[in-house]
C-alpha cells in the first residue's frame, strides 16, 4: 500500500522554516534550558493557521518571527523576550489571559507582555493621550529595559518592510525612528541600528538627497577599499610581530552621518575625507584589556602621524551607554585623516548589542553608567505629573549629548552632557540640594550657578535656605532630572498662587453681581493674551493683573449667565478639534481661498517640494518641506495636527523665495557672469545679494525667486558651470 504525499501550503513552509531558524538562534543564548514554553507559545501564535489560511494572520506571524529574530541575532535578547512577543499577540486576541501566561511562563514574561500591551493600546490621537503615550514608554524603559528593546526590534522591522506602505505612514515611521527610536537606541548602545534607522529616515523623507549620496559612495568603493588595504597592511605586520589575535575592519561612514556633516559643515560630499572608518578588534583577558588597547594605540600611531586633538579615551572613563574604545584620527598613506576605533572582543560585542550585552557581562565598570542613567530616569518619573512634552524634547536632547567627566569633593567621578552647569550638578546630588544652590567652588575657584562644568573639574556645591528656584534657571540647565525638579518646584508655587487667584476672582465676580461663566475667562485669556486660566488666575493672585480692570472689561462687552462646568480648554487642544480631522487634504495654491496657511521660514518650501502642512495654534496651517530640519519633531510629536499637502497645477504662476549660496575663486568678472545667468539666460530676479572675499576665493548668498524646483535646479546648473565657481546649494535651513 502506497502513503499518500499530503501538500503543504507555501505560507506554512515559511512559517515553520523561519520557526526552526529562530529556535536554533535564541539555544545559541545560555538564558534557554527547555523547549517546550517556546514551542507551546508558537502553538499559541500560529494556531489554526494551517486549516484556515488567513492572509492578515499569516504575515501577522511572519511579523513576529521577524522581530523575535531581530531581538535575538542583533539586540542579544533571549527566550523570555521571544516568548514575550509570541505571547502578547496571543493575549490580545484572547487565547490566553495574563493570569495564564504568569503561571506558564512565568513573572517576567507577563511583566514585559503587560508593558508591550500598554504601549499598544494607548490612542495618539489627542495631545493628552500622545504625551501619555510617551510617559508610559520611559516607565518601561526605567522597568524592565526589555519592552523598549523590544519596541526598537518592531520598528526596525516596520522601517525595512514599508516600501510599499502608503508615504504618510513611511513619513510618520521615519519621522518617529529620527526623532524617538535612532537617539533610543544610540544611548542605549545599539550603534549599526541607530545609524540602519538614520538611514531609512533619510531615505523615505529626502530621497534625492539619499540616493545621491549612495550614488556617490557606490563610485568610490573600489578607491576606498584599496585606500583600506593600503593603510592596514603594515599595522597588521606590526600587530603580528606582538603576538596579539586581532581583527582589522574598514567600513564606510553611514549616508546619514555623511549628510549630516555636509549640512553642519556646509561643505559637498567631496570635501568630506573621512568616509571610512578602521576598527581593530584585539582579543584580551580582562586583565589586560586597557593595556593592550594601549599597546593597538602606540603600534598605530607609530607606523602614521595622529591628530593629539582627536584622541578620545572611553577605556578609562566608559560612556554612559557602557561603550568603551580608544578613538584617534591619523594622517593615512594618501595623506587624508582615518578615523581608528580600537577595542577589544567584548567591547566590540558591547558596541553592537549596546544594552542587552550587560547582561553577560554582568558587573563590569562600564556597566554602572547604564544602571546610574536608568536610574536617572525613574527619579525623573517618579516625579508627580511631570509635563510629558517638555520631558520628551529634554529626553531627547539628552541621547545624543557629548559627555564631560567632573568630581565631587571626595573624588568621585560623575558623568554629564556636554553644555551642563553647576546647577545641574547640584540637582544630580539631591533635589533640596539643587532648590537650594548658590554656587560653588570649583578647583577652589568660586563660580555661579551658571557656570559651565569643564572635563576633570572638582565641584564642592554652595547652598543657602533663603535660595529657592528661579523660573530663568529653565534656561541654563541641560539635564532632564534638573528642569523636572525646577518645573515641579515652581509649579508647587504656582498651583497654590492660582488657587488664592482664583478665589479672588470668583468673591469679586459675586460681590459685583457678574456671573463667573467660560465665556466670561475666555475673553480675558484673549485680552490680556494668556494662554491658560490657571495663568490668568496666578497673574491675579500676585498683582500683575488689576481686578478692578477686569470688573470694567466683563461690564463693557457684557458676559452671557451661563454656569460653569470645567475649565476652558487648551488653545491646543481645540484647534486639533476644530480644525483636524483625519481625511484632511491641503492642497497648496497662491489662488486658494478660505485656508489660512502660511510657508514656514524655517524650511522655506516652493513648488515641487514635498511638503506636509501642520496646524499651529494661532497661526493657521504652515506648510513645510518634507525634510525640513523640524518635520521629525513635528510628525513624530504632533502626528494629530499634521495634514496632508500637494501642490495644486494652478501654482506654476506662482514665484516663491529662495536663498542659495555660492562659493568660488575671486575674480573680476564674477559678479557679471553670475548677473548674465539670472537675467538673460533664465530671467531670475535677484532681490539681494551678499558677497565677502578673501584669500582668493568668494562666498555668496542671494535671495531670489523662482517658479519651482526645476527652475531652481537649472539655475544651480548653470551658475555651477561658471569658470571658478566650484559649489552652489540652496540653503537648507533658516532661522525662525
Not at 545560555?30 to 493557521?49: P, V
Not at 540602519?196 to 529626502?206: A, G, H, I, R, V
Not at 528642569?483 to 508655587?493: D, S
Not at 562659493?663 to 539681494?688: A, F, R, T
Request: overall charge positive; some cysteine; proline content about 3%.
Amino acid at each position: 500500500m502506497s502513503s499518500m504525499k499530503v501538500d503543504i501550503p507555501q505560507h506554512i513552509i515559511e512559517i515553520r522554516s523561519m520557526y526552526e531558524c529562530l529556535l536554533r538562534d535564541v539555544r545559541k543564548s545560555r538564558e534557554i534550558r527547555d523547549d517546550s514554553k517556546l514551542k507551546k507559545a508558537f502553538g499559541l501564535l500560529a494556531d489554526d493557521l494551517e486549516a484556515k489560511p488567513d492572509e492578515s494572520k499569516i504575515l501577522q506571524v511572519l511579523s513576529a518571527l521577524e522581530i523575535a529574530s531581530i531581538a535575538v541575532n542583533e539586540i542579544g535578547l533571549g527566550a523570555t523576550s521571544v516568548l514575550s512577543i509570541m505571547l502578547v499577540i496571543a493575549n490580545k486576541e484572547g487565547r490566553i489571559s495574563e493570569e495564564a501566561i504568569e503561571l506558564n511562563y512565568g513573572i517576567p514574561v507577563v511583566r514585559i507582555v503587560k508593558g508591550l500591551k500598554s504601549i499598544y493600546d494607548l490612542s495618539e490621537r489627542t495631545v493628552a493621550s500622545q504625551a501619555e503615550n510617551f510617559r508610559n514608554f520611559l516607565l518601561n524603559l526605567a522597568g524592565d529595559v526589555r519592552v523598549i528593546l523590544i519596541k526598537i526590534a518592531e520598528h526596525l522591522h516596520c522601517m525595512r518592510t514599508m516600501n510599499k506602505m502608503p508615504q504618510e505612514h513611511q513619513i510618520r515611521m521615519a519621522s518617529d525612528a529620527a526623532y524617538l527610536y535612532a537617539p533610543l537606541a544610540h544611548r542605549l548602545g545599539f550603534y549599526l541600528i541607530k545609524s540602519e534607522m538614520e538611514d531609512l529616515s533619510l531615505k523615505y523623507t529626502d530621497r534625492k538627497t539619499y540616493d545621491r549620496i549612495a550614488r556617490m559612495l557606490a563610485q568610490k568603493m573600489r578607491e576606498r577599499k584599496e585606500l583600506i588595504k593600503e593603510f592596514i597592511a603594515p599595522v597588521e605586520d606590526a600587530l603580528r610581530k606582538q603576538d596579539l589575535k586581532f581583527e582589522i575592519k574598514g567600513r564606510p561612514k553611514s549616508i546619514h552621518s555623511i549628510w549630516n556633516k555636509m549640512v553642519n559643515k556646509g561643505v559637498d560630499f567631496e570635501d568630506i575625507y573621512d568616509l571610512f572608518a578602521i576598527r581593530i578588534i584585539v582579543e584580551s583577558e580582562a586583565s589586560r584589556e586597557k593595556a593592550d588597547c594601549w599597546k593597538v594605540y602606540s603600534t598605530v600611531t607609530d607606523i602614521y602621524q595622529p591628530n593629539p586633538l582627536r584622541l578620545r579615551d572611553w577605556i578609562s572613563m566608559p560612556k554612559t551607554n557602557g561603550y568603551e574604545a580608544l578613538h584617534t584620527t591619523v594622517v593615512g598613506p594618501d595623506g587624508r585623516w582615518v578615523e581608528v576605533q580600537i577595542r577589544t572582543t567584548r567591547m566590540n560585542e558591547i558596541a553592537e548589542k549596546g544594552f542587552a550585552a550587560h547582561w553577560k557581562y554582568k558587573g563590569m565598570e562600564s556597566d554602572q553608567g547604564l544602571e546610574e542613567w536608568l536610574g536617572s530616569i525613574r527619579e525623573v518619573l517618579e516625579t508627580p505629573e511631570p509635563d510629558a512634552k517638555e520631558f520628551m524634547d529634554d529626553f531627547k536632547l539628552s541621547l545624543y549629548s557629548k559627555e564631560i567627566f567632573v568630581f565631587t569633593p571626595k573624588g568621585d567621578l560623575k558623568k554629564f552632557p556636554e553644555g551642563a552647569t553647576v546647577l545641574d550638578f547640584a540637582y544630580d546630588i539631591h533635589s533640596e540640594v539643587g532648590s537650594t544652590c548658590t554656587g560653588a567652588r570649583i578647583n577652589g575657584r568660586s563660580v555661579p550657578i551658571r557656570h559651565l562644568l569643564q572635563n576633570g573639574d572638582r565641584v564642592e556645591i554652595i547652598t543657602s535656605k533663603n535660595q529657592s528656584p528661579k523660573i530663568d534657571w529653565l534656561n541654563f540647565v541641560v539635564t532632564s532630572r534638573a528642569k523636572t525638579k525646577i518645573r515641579f518646584k515652581l509649579n508647587e508655587v504656582k498651583v497654590k498662587e492660582a488657587e488664592n487667584g482664583r478665589e479672588m476672582l470668583m468673591r469679586r465676580l459675586k460681590n459685583w453681581k457678574i456671573p463667573f461663566s467660560d465665556d466670561g475667562v475666555r475673553k480675558l485669556l484673549k485680552t490680556y493674551k494668556i494662554k491658560t486660566a490657571q495663568d490668568l488666575y496666578y497673574k491675579i493672585s500676585v498683582g500683575e493683573i488689576d481686578l478692578a480692570e477686569i470688573k470694567e472689561l466683563l461690564q463693557e462687552h457684557g458676559v452671557p449667565e451661563k454656569t460653569v462646568l470645567s475649565e476652558p480648554e487648551s488653545l491646543e487642544a481645540k484647534a486639533a478639534e476644530t480644525i483636524i480631522k483625519p481625511d484632511d487634504f491641503l492642497v497648496i495654491d497662491q489662488k486658494v481661498r478660505n485656508v489660512d496657511f502660511k510657508l514656514a521660514k524655517c524650511c522655506n518650501p516652493i513648488l515641487g517640494d514635498e511638503i506636509f502642512g501642520f496646524v499651529t495654534v494661532g497661526e493657521g496651517i504652515k506648510v513645510h518641506r518634507l525634510n525640513c530640519p523640524n518635520a521629525a519633531q513635528l510628525i513624530s510629536k504632533y502626528g494629530y495636527r499634521v495634514v496632508k499637502a500637494q501642490w495644486r497645477s494652478g501654482a506654476k504662476s506662482a514665484l516663491f523665495s529662495v536663498e542659495i549660496t555660492i562659493q568660488g575663486e575671486n575674480d573680476p568678472n564674477i559678479l557679471n557672469n553670475i548677473s548674465n545667468v539670472l537675467s538673460k539666460d533664465l530671467k531670475i530676479n535677484l532681490q539681494s545679494f551678499s558677497l565677502d572675499s578673501s584669500e582668493g576665493q568668494f562666498k555668496g548668498r542671494m535671495k531670489i525667486t523662482v517658479k519651482d524646483t526645476g527652475h531652481l535646479d537649472a539655475l544651480i546648473s548653470k551658475l555651477s558651470a561658471i569658470k571658478g565657481v566650484y559649489r552652489v546649494n540652496r540653503v537648507e535651513r533658516y532661522n525662525n
